[in-house]
């Protein structure tokens, strides 16, 4: 699981308690996007979020954006997942392929609430 800090969860709790049509800010909504993947990321890994629903563009530009660089970079080194069906097995080629990525990923999610802090210090200081 990954520990946010309180002022980040505190802003998603917020978020979250607003009525559905509100419009978020550019920087809620990029952290909104950050944790929700990162969620999406510790709980099913990288083939989990290429098969998840949401718009996979808008949750990478978010992590651009917060300064996550790193795991930019991992999503851009899978993106081949996205092609694949959900019914569809990967090969040992690319399961081999993905755990080589994803062997980083944890250490990458470690990383992330800090560097959220930073982006939202960054945005609202």
Known sequence: MID???TILE???DIEAQPAETTLSETDQNIVNVVETAHILDEEGLHGFWMSPV???SMMKSFD???AQELLDMFQSSQW???KSPEQELTETELSHLEEIEEELSLMLDDLPGILDEYLEDEIG
């Open 11 to 13: 802003l998603i709790e």
């Open 81 to 83: 997942c996205q092609e």
């Open 4 to 6: 946010f800090s309180d």
């Open 55 to 57: 718009s996979h563009e």
């Open 65 to 67: 954006t917060v300064g």
